[in-house]
């Protein structure tokens, strides 16, 4: 029944492995084949060496970005699954959130960035909103579809047993909508890293986004490449967890 | 226009049928959704522990008697509805009436346990005792050991007879199937609905049986009604004598044939006005 080509799976997984190791293989030859200069390209060695000695930086600012993401992404995903609830319970309500909130998603969400930090200032809670502002249209649209698929035979089966609306929605509603509105978290994930770390080469205190930022400044690209793989480890990370929770409860599928 | 049911009955039994309360009584009962008359003036009397059965053309109007009958939408104005002696709207039965839809609607991330204990959990009763009760019922269903199961792991006959159980253990004494074997292959058909009158013998509830195969409805009642095509009414009622419990050589019995027969006639005449020459 899983169509998604996103959807997880361990051979998935152990071929992204061996590619991942064939690519930084052919990069460390080209690299010190060809003898680049660090600012083009730098060894995947060097980048790895540097990982390890600016750890405790590096480490930090994964955990401040990582931290961004992961309050705007629930913020985020509670906005959207919660509008959808409303979209489903007053359908009236259809009509008027679901045009706005594509009007709002037209535009790339890195557009407002200047706006929220305007009004959020450059810390943490202006990454935070522009998170959960991407991340709460891809649930909103994700979890309508879910709670669209609820089978209208099913819940009169429920309503001749004698079932409140309350019991409608729990027993049936939100366990219908939850393949969807997980295949939505997932794919949301990484998302929410790349907008908190765009965010936060606009202007931040902290986080990979400021490090790739400073590190240009001063014309450090190894720096630049130890963040760009850290970040992608973090998002990596984020993923498989979500992944994982997702194969564990819809375990029907 | 009111369609009069031509019925069989003798005088001594209608005499009976009088007397006795009936569990469901429908007079006049009509449905229109906007410009379409679904249902024109039915009448029908269910007796407490009889298995009635239903038969009509495709479109006649059967499942929106049912979904009257379980309370889901409410008939015209002017219907009479009586349900165990009381005159009641259409939403009094809501909870009051089991009730089986044609697909079996198994929630797919419940085990075939959970899914029977459904309505019991909603009328609030206690899931543990309610579970106990479930496994106790399995092997009657035919599905001893399979408890644990979810239904993506069960066949066609399997989920249907998880969904039996389900309507079963929501102690109603109407229960109002809609083609439950539809779905079926013969063989798998007939093999189940053996097994509904046994279970049904065993548990005794009034029965309403939704079916569009005459065989079925025939073999499985204790009296057949046919409809009209739409708007749907009762058109002819045929009391069946044909001693219980019944057996898979019945269906080539001289009394079982002839009666088919009459039935076949019936719905014949009135498919023909869906679907003959002169339909509008």
Redesign the interface.
């Known amino acids: 029944m899983s169509t998604d080509p996103m959807a997880p799976s361990r051979h998935a997984l152990a071929r992204g492995i061996f590619g991942g190791v064939a690519l930084f293989l052919v990069w460390e030859l080209v690299a010190r084949g060809f003898d680049l200069p660090s600012y083009i390209l730098p060894a995947v060695s060097e980048i790895v060496a540097r990982i390890w000695t600016a750890r405790a930086a590096l480490g930090n600012a994964a955990a401040y970005t990582l931290g961004e993401s992961v309050a705007g992404y629930l913020l985020g995903g509670a906005i959207g699954v919660g509008l959808a609830l409303c979209v489903t319970l007053v359908p009236p309500l259809r009509k008027v959130i679901v045009p706005a909130a594509t009007a709002v998603n037209s535009v790339p969400v890195v557009a407002f960035s200047p706006l929220i930090l305007l009004w959020f200032g450059m810390g943490m809670t202006s990454k935070i909103v522009m998170v959960a502002v991407a991340v709460s249209f891809t649930m909103f649209v994700s979890a309508l579809a879910g709670f669209d698929r609820v ?1 209208e ?2 819940v ?8 409140s609306r309350a ?1 409608i929605l729990w ?2 509603r939100l ?1 219908t909508a ?1 393949p969807l509105v997980l295949s939505g978290m997932r794919l949301s994930t990484v998302r929410s890293l790349i907008v908190a770390i765009v965010t936060e080469m606009l202007g931040a205190y902290g986080g990979l986004g400021w490090v790739i930022y400073q590190a240009v400044v001063v014309i450090d690209f190894v720096q630049v490449w130890a963040a760009i793989f850290i970040a992608s480890l973090a998002s990596l990370a984020f993923f498989g967890l979500v992944s994982w929770m997702e194969r564990r409860l819809v ?2 599928r | 226009m009111m369609t009069r049911p031509q019925t069989d009955f003798t005088a001594a039994e209608a005499a009976m049928t009088d007397t006795a309360e009936p569990i469901l009584d429908l007079r006049t009962l009509s449905k229109t959704f906007g410009e379409v008359k679904a249902l024109n003036g039915v009448d029908l009397k269910v007796q407490p522990g009889e298995f009635v059965t239903v038969v009509g053309p495709s479109g006649c109007g059967k499942s929106t008697l049912f ?1 009257i009958v ?3 939408e409410e008939p015209d104005s002017g219907s009479v509805l009586r349900f165990e002696g009381r005159s009641v709207m259409a939403r009094d039965l ?6 089986m ?1 044609q ?1 079996d ?1 198994l ?3 419940r085990n075939v346990i959970d899914n029977a204990i ?2 019991l ?3 609030g009763a206690n899931r543990a005792e309610a579970r106990r009760e479930a496994e106790r019922m399995l092997p009657e269903f035919g599905l001893a050991g399979f408890a644990k199961q ?3 792991e069960l066949s066609g006959g399997m989920r249907q007879r998880v969904a039996l159980m389900r309507t079963f253990m ?1 102690k109603r004494d109407l229960m109002l199937l809609d083609e439950p074997f539809g779905a079926l292959d013969a063989l798998t058909r007939a093999m189940m609905q053996r097994w509904l009158l046994d279970v049904w013998s065993e548990h005794r509830r009034t029965v309403l049986f939704i079916t569009h195969d005459v065989d079925e409805a025939i073999f499985l009642g204790d009296r057949v009604l046919v409809m009209t095509a739409r708007p749907g009414a009762i058109k002819l009622e045929r009391k069946v004598d044909l001693p219980r419990p019944r057996g898979a050589d019945l269906v080539t019995s001289p009394e079982f044939i002839a009666l088919k027969r009459d039935l076949l006639d019936a719905i014949e005449e009135e498919s023909m006005k869906t679907f003959g020459p002169n339909a509008h």
């Open positions: 089978d035979r099913s009169n089966l429920m309503r001749s047993f004698g079932a019991a027993k049936l366990p939850l375990f029907w | 979904n379980s309370g889901l809501l909870g009051k009436v089991s009730f839809p697909r609607l929630l797919a991330w459904l309505p959990e909603i009328e979810y239904p993506h929501f």
